[in-house]
């Protein structure tokens, strides 16, 4: 919509609803979609040398969180039988079973197809509103030389609550939410001086970033009250795993409540960070067929971070549950208490009843006061990058299949910023920047007069302290995800790409990877003797698979055009693979690969989308239908299993068959 000849505008309007495909007896329409978008934007022709292009979004999202399924895959870890604890449920401490059954509850092969079993604490909801603004001033200093400048800004607030981890049940065991809203802003500022020397010669790219951004976010862990029997805590006081043969066929008298996993720590937790980069990247032409490139950045960043912890007030909570006289106060400090009546009475639900009595909100308990931490630290690196790339004389190829070629290869070096991490009662500890150092060769080939193109890359990285999330627990035994670092690991492997015309009308698409992920040096603590004894043993986790990080995937693309009097119509098919993938994010889950692997992991799956588009002559107006998993393939998106600590296996589903109709009109 152009306003002027030096002042033109455009907007966009975008709408995306679908209803979600997992149902859930507390719940419904879980993964569905629902987003909103506006994109004005704005281009300037302040001059013949000067050019200002604005960007201005908001976006409104209003979904729901795919729920997913629980299965038990290590009955020893530690919130099962590691460290004899009972749940609300438990009328038998020697034959504790409370925990299981809840995962079991929503086990996706005792459920109907598509039904998830989450219960009605679940805070699915994804609400989320987004304002960016990003401005680019263009001038052109003269034919050679050209100043850029970029502003960007950015404002994320997502609604709580939300919740993001439990152990899969539908009883709120251990849950982990989002309260309140969390907010994210950046302003980001780019110089860019860009241009060439002697006659083009030399290209070249320099210039300075700067970022201020900050984030605020208040989380909730939180747990009920446990029970533990008289054998089992005296094991577990004298530092060994408890015992459950020891117990008696139901239980010892009298029995034991309280806080043995803490029950509520509710953290406040800012960031503000500013980075602060200074590159530059230059390529020499050095004739035809080969050209040089190198360059370097060099990048700082400054994070300080802010955690503010409230943890459940103990005493209080003894007080409360106390004055039901069928519970006499035993320890205030750790929060225990002794029932009057036995274990068949189900003494930890009548504890947990009370208390909710008396407490409303999504903190279950009085909190007592709030504990500060304070981190302020600077992270900074260079990294060089070099690039060769020779193209093939053209004389070579004359009378071969071969219509163009060239040959590269690349030394890169990569920086992830440190940061802090909070890592429960015990506050904030941080977490190394990681380190990347990329070799890449490969080579491109157009042939059968440019109607098929190849590409083929083969690299190896190494890194230095990857940031990986793992699982473990704090000073209090409460249950952390977390981040940590790797000391040294590598990536070896290959990809192509594929280009095929066969016919003017034809087109075949094809990628394929293969990727070697292994660890070099990757030390962690075990959790058992931690929770147990305060015993920190080193475990080596060099011998683990990669989380999430499949080793092959591949796609194949096929569409034809058909050229009509009414427009275009393209039948298009497309097939994706995805290997088998690993999804332990602890020691636990490692071990159990070695005696039920299909526990663990995802398994490998092939997706079929098919779709059928029609254009109009004046190329104003499309209309598409498509189907997506054509075959209504069950697969998994998504999956975290925790063997050592919850040892359960939580994943989620992808997307069943789904078709739908596009419509495109522009003005």
Not at 453 to 474: H, K, P
Not at 488 to 504: D, H, Q, T, V, Y
Request: net charge negative; hydrophobic share 40%; with cysteine.
């Amino acid at each position: 919509m152009p306003v002027s000849d030096e002042f033109l505008t455009r907007l966009a309007l975008a709408s995306h609803r679908r209803d979600g495909f997992l149902r859930d007896p507390s719940s419904s329409n879980n993964q569905s979609v629902d987003r909103l978008s506006a994109i004005f934007q704005t281009r300037w022709l302040a001059s013949d040398a000067i050019t200002l292009d604005t960007m201005t979004f908001l976006g409104k999202t209003r979904e729901r969180f795919p729920s997913y399924h629980c299965s038990v895959i290590n009955e020893d870890a530690l919130f099962i039988n590691g460290l004899g604890i009972l749940w609300p449920g438990d009328t038998d401490p020697s034959n504790p079973s409370a925990y299981q059954n809840n995962c079991k509850a929503n086990d996706r092969d005792s459920l109907p197809d598509l039904v998830t079993n989450q219960g009605s604490t679940q805070r699915q909801i994804k609400h989320q509103d987004t304002l960016m603004f990003g401005a680019t001033l263009n001038w052109e200093l003269n034919e050679n030389h050209s100043l850029k400048t970029i502003l960007g800004y950015r404002d994320a607030i997502k609604k709580g609550p939300q919740q993001t981890a439990d152990e899969g049940g539908p009883e709120a065991f251990l849950r982990g939410i989002v309260l309140d809203d969390a907010d994210q802003e950046s302003l980001t500022l780019e110089l860019q001086l860009n241009g060439q020397f002697f006659d083009g010669a030399v290209e070249y790219a320099t210039g300075v970033f700067w970022q201020d951004e900050f984030k605020s976010e208040r989380y909730l862990l939180s747990s009920p009250l446990v029970g533990v029997d008289a054998i089992n805590l005296a094991q577990l006081a004298a530092g060994r795993v408890p015992d459950a043969s020891l117990i008696p066929p139901g239980g010892s008298a009298p029995p034991i409540v309280g806080a043995l996993v803490p029950l509520d720590t509710l953290q406040d937790f800012d960031i503000d960070g500013e980075t602060l980069a200074i590159f530059t990247q230059a390529t020499w032409h050095i004739n035809e067929q080969f050209e040089l490139t190198l360059g370097g950045r060099y990048t700082e960043e400054d994070r300080q971070s802010e955690l503010i912890t409230r943890t459940s007030d103990l005493a209080a909570v003894t007080d409360i549950v106390s004055a039901d006289p069928r519970f006499v106060t035993l320890d205030p400090a750790m929060g225990l208490l002794t029932y009057s009546g036995v274990w068949a009475e189900d003494p930890i639900s009548l504890a947990n009843d009370i208390l909710k009595a008396s407490v409303s909100g999504e903190v279950g308990s009085p909190l007592g006061a709030p504990v500060r931490d304070y981190m302020d630290s600077t992270f900074k690196e260079f990294t060089p990058m070099a690039s060769g790339s020779w193209l093939v004389p053209d004389a070579w190829l004359d009378g071969s299949f071969i219509s163009s070629g060239m040959a590269y290869a690349t030394w890169s070096n990569g920086f992830k910023s440190g940061f802090h991490e909070p890592s429960g009662v015990d506050g904030l500890l941080v977490v190394e920047p990681e380190a990347l150092e990329n070799r890449e060769i490969g080579f491109k080939i157009d042939a059968l007069e440019h109607s098929l193109r190849v590409n083929v890359a083969l690299y190896s990285m190494t890194f230095e302290n990857m940031q990986l999330i793992t699982v473990g627990l704090d000073s209090a035994n409460s249950l952390v995800v977390t981040s940590q670092n790797a000391g040294k690991s590598m990536i070896e492997g290959g990809e192509i790409e594929i280009l095929w015309l066969p016919s003017p009308e034809m087109l075949v698409s094809l990628t394929y990877s293969n990727n070697n992920y292994k660890f070099l040096e990757f030390e962690d603590v075990a959790l058992t003797p931690l929770a147990v004894s305060g015993e920190k043993v080193v475990l080596d986790r060099s011998d683990e698979e990669f989380a999430v990080s499949p080793r092959q995937s591949a796609s194949l693309g096929v569409q034809y055009t058909i050229v009509s009097d009414i427009g275009l119509i393209v039948p298009r098919f497309d097939l994706s693979y995805k290997g088998e993938t690993y999804m332990g994010f602890d020691d636990g889950s490692w071990e159990v690969t070695k005696t039920n692997p299909g526990a663990v992991y995802a398994d490998d799956y092939i997706l079929l989308d098919a779709r059928l588009s029609w254009t109009n002559i004046n190329d104003d107006l499309s209309i598409a239908a498509y189907v997506k998993n054509l075959t209504d393939e069950r697969y998994d998106i998504g999956a975290v299993a925790t063997g050592e600590s919850l040892g359960t296996f939580a994943r989620v589903l992808g997307e069943p068959r789904f078709y739908g109709v596009e419509v495109r009109k522009t003005f």
